[in-house]
């Protein structure tokens, strides 16, 4: 999907869901990504085997995604030690500077990537915010699409792979 399709999809009323979908089952290889954060940082998924990885494809235009913002830096922050790694992916058209001004003034603490269409082809992300959770050996075991309504029950799905040790 270009992404010029995505951001029609993303502005138009009524196209995102109201309620997350997530899917449950033990799904496929995430797809593999390189890139380079906003501070410059190399970021790849394979360096983050063994983490519980959950990515969020963003935008600092869309209102959901920045109200997902705080949930995910507190999770970050509590759930680091026990193996989680955030990933910010903002498929914003804006220069990097814009993007790092929105992430500074936020308060990220976890990378952003500027993503690319590629990338959100990859993971089938055609509304915003889409969340991926990957496990410790690199499945996509949940996909949110859509505005996150119950923070408290994403989160138990976060733990509930953080306590899962890898086979």
């Known amino acids: 999907m270009a992404l010029a399709t995505l951001a029609i999809c993303l502005i138009a009323p009524g196209c995102a869901p109201r309620e997350p979908r997530v899917a449950q089952p033990v799904g496929p ?26 990515i969020d494809f963003w935008a600092t235009w869309c209102a959901p995604c920045r109200q997902e913002i705080p949930d995910y830096i507190a999770w970050q922050t509590r759930y680091a030690s ?57 499945r996509i075991r949940h996909r949110k699409v859509g505005a996150m309504t119950d923070p408290e029950a994403y989160a138990a799905e976060v733990r509930a792979l953080l306590a899962e040790r890898t086979r």
């Not at 290889?29 to 959950?54: F, I, N």
């Not at 990097?96 to 590629?118: Q, S, T």
Request: net charge negative.
């Open 29 to 54: 290889e995430a797809p593999a990504w390189v890139a380079d954060d906003l501070a410059g940082v190399r970021q790849s998924l394979a360096d983050l085997r063994g983490k519980v990885v959950l």
């Open 82 to 138: 026990e193996g989680l790694v955030i990933v910010g992916m903002s498929l914003d058209t804006l220069p990097a500077e814009a993007v790092r001004a929105f992430v500074r003034k936020a308060g990220i603490n976890y990378p952003v990537v500027l993503a690319d269409a590629d990338l959100a082809e990859a993971y089938a992300v055609e509304v915003l915010p889409t969340t991926v959770l990957i496990d410790r050996e690199g």
